[in-house]
């Protein structure tokens, strides 16, 4: 997925710590991205992913910790990571009054760009996200998926070598989350370095290099997405019966390899520790007892499976608001 590839971390993080009053949010936290590489955080409800980008942003003091971007220490020079550093937060730092031109251009000349290249800067950004046709409507007649590219365009307008995402695609509907998920790639491709928050494990499985899962303050596990699937271990073998009379033969004779069964889908699942032999054996045994399978299923865990396994919490869908 990445282009050149540095030896040294392009964001590099040793311990961070942060607590709001006896609140201790991060407790000790370790990151490293390389250069044109994805990073995803993900964490339940209040596990410090929000804390995070604002410290990694500079929106936030970290208590303790060393957060070097590009080289540069947080703390030494503020103002220089501020240049090499584009941020989308949750909700959009977008002027509604403005036209989306408007808001590019406007940004561009905080960012020192002459009037000249601002203009011309918006007008790429403005084709980039399929926004032309919106482009000189005011921000606020726009939707919440127009309203979200218009946000990342807006921090991208100085092309930073580092961006950072906080859930870039919360609440945006499918067709604008995979729009966005095109436009992070081409990011990407382009050797951006990305640090990603999201509370969606199947847009970190598509998207990131690595990730980093926090619960508690804490890392409690990293890899690739293909890694933390391994740790959940097994495909899962889903069979489905023409009866439930089937079904209950078929739990019988499969006893203790059975995982899970639903008698109204008429249906069940066992573990497969060995694909080859285990699929095999389990249809020969139904067969033997002349049990008739209607449809059969392989599954291979997910990141949901992980996130379960790891945090023993469902699943992350409702967000920290501030970590508290």
């Known amino acids: 997925k990445s282009m050149n590839k540095d030896d040294a971390p ?53 208590d303790d910790g060393v957060v070097k971007i590009e080289g540069i220490d947080i703390n030494e020079d503020p103002d220089a990571v501020r240049r090499v550093i584009g941020l989308t ?23 020192r760009l002459t009037r000249k290249s601002a203009k011309a800067r918006a007008q790429e950004l ?39 995402l906080d859930e870039p695609t919360t609440g945006l509907d499918p067709r604008s989350r995979l729009a966005m998920w095109d436009i992070i790639r081409r990011l990407m491709d382009q050797g951006t370095t990305i640090l990603l928050t999201t509370q969606y494990l199947e847009e970190a499985d ?3 290099d690595r990730i980093v899962v926090i619960d508690g303050g804490k890392v409690i596990a990293e890899g690739t997405a293909e890694e933390l699937k391994s740790k959940v271990g097994n495909d ?15 739990e019988k ?23 080859n032999t285990d699929i095999k054996n389990t249809l020969n045994a139904l067969a033997d007892q002349k049990i008739k399978v209607a449809s059969i299923d392989v599954h291979k865990p997910t990141l949901d499976d992980v996130f379960l396994t790891l945090t023993g919490k469902t699943d992350n869908r409702s967000e920290e608001k501030g970590d508290k």
């Open 10 to 62: 392009v964001i590099e993080v040793k311990k961070l710590k942060k607590a709001y009053g006896s609140n201790q949010v991060l407790k000790g936290i370790d990151l490293k991205v390389n250069r044109g590489t994805m990073l995803a955080l993900l964490g339940p409800n209040g596990a410090g992913k929000t804390t995070t980008v604002k410290i990694l942003s500079t929106l936030l003091k970290a």
């Open 253 to 275: 004779v499969l006893g203790k390899a059975v995982f899970d069964a639903k008698p109204k889908d008429k249906s069940l699942t066992v573990i497969v520790k060995d694909t």
């Open 126 to 164: 403005l084709e980039d996200f399929d926004l032309v046709k919106a482009a000189d409507r005011p921000a606020k007649t726009y939707s919440g998926g127009m309203r979200r590219r218009l946000d990342l365009a807006v921090s991208l307008i100085a092309i930073p070598p580092v961006i950072f």
């Open 236 to 250: 899962r073998l889903e069979i489905s019966f023409g009866s439930v009379t089937d079904l209950e033969k078929a």
């Open 206 to 208: 598509q998207l990131a």
């Open 89 to 111: 937060g949750q909700s959009a730092a977008v002027d509604e009054l403005l036209t989306g031109r408007e808001n590019l251009v406007m940004m561009g000349e905080l960012y």
